[in-house]
């Protein structure tokens, strides 16, 4: 689980409920900062257990940068609401909303998957990416998640059917103070052993329908990059240095078959918009300001 540092909207950002056809989701949206040239509209995709307040330490740079940023929780996620039925979080219908998402904000989008993100992502692009001028998968690989994961994943998904949310939480809590200090804080289901009501709240708001069927994905999520690599958009794989979701050296090639541009984030594990914010930012800019208006027909160097 990321662990922002706050959860209160950076100073310029708002908070509000986007409508579209598929329901209202909750966002924080960033203008560029005033005086900035206006450079684009991002559209930012939160990952497992996770929420659009992961990308809270990104939005101030990227303003900067002139980059209006738009970071939203999926349904059943946070302060999004959303069924008991575990069929309406089939990775379809959450690529679905992220279209939905995208033609509300009516404009071309770059568009950022974190993680289950950046799985959500590469759906909502091979069912349609004339929305977007650009995909970044941020510390996202190209099928299902390590067998460490997976295991892990299944013991939630067992305790989700028999517990209530707020035992999980415990549940999860404890075992991480179980585990050896070295224990790579970038993994998918790492809570945390912080006593953070904030962290505790957002996970208690999380829908269990939802983490039962987006977990599920997570251990079965096919290969799809060679579907992938054939849409007519530029590409950035990012990551930290370090990730026990998916290895770097998988995400390494997930890159050059996508002939994608790949950023590794010195000093990050598997949350560098939380962890190192700053480089991941810059990097993001960078790439965005690389992508030209006929982004649709062209691939940038790596």
């Known amino acids: 689980m990321s662990r922002p540092p706050t959860f209160v909207p950076p100073p310029g950002a708002r908070s509000y409920r986007l409508h579209t056809e598929r329901g209202d989701f909750a966002v924080v949206d960033a203008p560029a900062a005033p005086g900035t040239e206006p450079r684009g509209t991002a559209l930012l995709l939160p990952g497992f257990t996770g929420s659009k307040e992961d990308f809270n330490p990104l939005h101030v740079p990227l303003a900067a940068r002139g980059y209006r940023t738009v970071a939203v929780d999926g349904r059943g996620q946070f302060e999004s609401d959303g069924p008991a039925d575990e069929a309406a979080y089939a990775l379809e219908e959450l690529a679905r909303d992220a279209l939905a998402q995208a033609g509300t904000l009516g404009t071309p989008l770059h568009l950022v998957g974190h993680s289950l993100g950046g799985l959500i992502a590469r759906a909502a692009v091979l069912l349609d990416h004339s929305p977007f001028v650009s ?103 990012l990551s930290g240095a370090r990730d026990d979701a998916w290895p770097v050296t998988l995400m390494d090639r997930m890159a050059e078959r996508l002939r994608a541009r790949r950023t590794v984030v010195e000093g990050a594990e598997h949350s560098p918009n939380c962890e190192q914010p700053l480089p991941t930012a810059h990097a993001l800019a960078g790439f965005w300001d690389d992508v030209p208006p006929d982004a649709d027909r062209v691939r940038l160097p790596a």
């Open 135 to 237: 995909l970044t998968l941020m510390a996202s690989g190209p099928a299902q998640v390590s067998a460490p994961q997976q295991q892990r994943l299944k013991l939630l998904r067992d305790a989700l059917g028999v517990m209530p949310m707020a035992e999980v939480w415990e549940a999860i809590r404890a075992m991480e103070q179980m585990e050896p200090e070295d224990t790579d804080s970038g993994a998918e289901l790492d809570a945390g052993t912080e006593d953070r009501e904030d962290l505790r709240r957002r996970w208690l708001s999380n829908k269990p329908a939802q983490l039962i069927s987006t977990g599920r994905q997570l251990c079965v999520e096919p290969d799809r990059v060679t579907e992938l690599a054939a849409v007519p958009l530029p590409f950035h794989v």
